[in-house]
Nanobody, 123 residues
Framework: QVQLVESGGDLVQPGGSLRLSCAAS????????MGWYRQAPEKGRELVAR???????NYADSVKGRFTISRDNAKNTVYLQMNSLKPEDTAVYYC?????????????????WGQGTQVTVSS
C-alpha cells in the first residue's frame, strides 16, 4: 500500500514561516509528481504548488515569491517552505502524490492524498 504522512502545520503569526513535509511510503515504482493543495472552510481544494518528475514547478499566483516547493527523491518526500504567511493562507494543506505503484504492472497512474495538516495564520 501507498501512504502519505504530512507534518508541519501550526498556528503562526502573520509574516511568520512554516515548513510542511510529506513523506510517501509503500510500494512505489515511480513518482510522476508531488504537490500541495489547500482547502479553507467552505472553499474548494486549490493547488498551491506542484513539482513534476523533471523538476518543473507550478505555483498558485497567490503564493509565488513566498512559497517554495522542493523534493528529496531518495526519501520520496516533498516540502513546502512557506514564508511571509498571511491570514488568507489559513487552510488545511493536503499533500498530493501522483505515482505508479507496484502491483499494477508498474505503469498505472494512481493519485493519493495525505491526511491534511492545519495551517492557521492569525495574530
Amino acid at each position: 500500500q501507498v501512504q502519505l504522512v504530512e507534518s508541519g502545520g501550526d498556528l503562526v503569526q502573520p509574516g511568520g514561516s512554516l515548513r510542511l513535509s510529506c513523506a510517501a511510503s509503500g510500494s512505489i515504482f515511480s513518482i510522476d509528481a508531488m504537490g500541495w493543495y489547500r482547502q479553507a472552510p467552505e472553499k474548494g481544494r486549490e493547488l498551491v504548488a506542484r513539482i513534476l518528475s523533471d523538476g518543473l514547478t507550478n505555483y498558485a499566483d497567490s503564493v509565488k515569491g513566498r512559497f517554495t516547493i522542493s523534493r528529496d527523491n531518495a526519501k520520496n518526500t516533498v516540502y513546502l517552505q512557506m514564508n511571509s504567511l498571511k491570514p488568507e493562507d489559513t487552510a488545511v494543506y493536503y499533500c498530493n502524490l501522483e505515482c505508479r505503484p507496484y502491483g499494477l504492472g508498474s505503469s498505472a497512474l494512481r493519485i493519493y492524498w495525505g491526511q491534511g495538516t492545519q495551517v492557521t495564520v492569525s495574530s
